[in-house]
């Protein structure tokens, strides 16, 4: 009886850990690709969302399954492709510049009593937009912002 007892909590013991490796690897793989955070604050909504950009990886990546003859002349029209073929260089740069910005104030838009101001800040871009209705908070990792970015822009053909 005593073995008996002793095998099951062996197998237990075993089953748990092995759940546990599982869980941790899971973990571990969506926190190296970066956390973004989304926080809204208004009279009916306190809401944050914590988002693994992996969690977007993965998306890119079954998009190109999914849509693999993907054609940006078919999605956009003439005068738009041609903008965009105008400011690809301007746009690489900058998708190569998101992970390594300096800390600080990168825009502010006033208009009226609504504010929206874009910041670096240790490695993190955050989006503040205060209203008289509603606050959101949006802070995203730069190396992440960088690394989906890219495989957007691939997943569009840019």
């Keep these: ?15 748990a850990g092995a759940c546990g490796i599982g869980t941790l690897g899971t973990a571990v793989y969506l926190y190296s690709g970066g956390i973004a955070a989304v926080d809204v604050e208004t009279a009916d909504v306190d809401l944050f969302i914590p988002v693994p950009l992996r969690l977007l990886d993965v998306g890119i990546g079954v998009a190109r ?9 078919r999605e956009l029209d003439a005068e738009t492709r041609e903008h965009l073929k105008e400011m690809q260089p301007m746009i690489d740069q900058l998708v190569d510049e998101l992970g390594s910005l300096p800390s600080g104030e990168l825009v502010r838009v006033r208009n009226g009593e609504d504010l929206v101001v874009i910041r670096s800040a240790r490695g993190h871009l955050k989006v503040e937009v205060d209203t008289p209705d509603a606050r959101v908070r949006v802070s995203l990792p730069q190396r992440g912002a960088r690394r989906v970015s890219k495989q957007a822009l691939a997943l569009a053909g840019m």
């Design 1 to 15: 009886m005593i073995t008996l007892a002793k095998l099951f909590l062996v197998v237990a013991v075993a089953s």
């Design 65 to 73: 399954f999914v849509v693999p003859d993907f054609d940006i002349e």
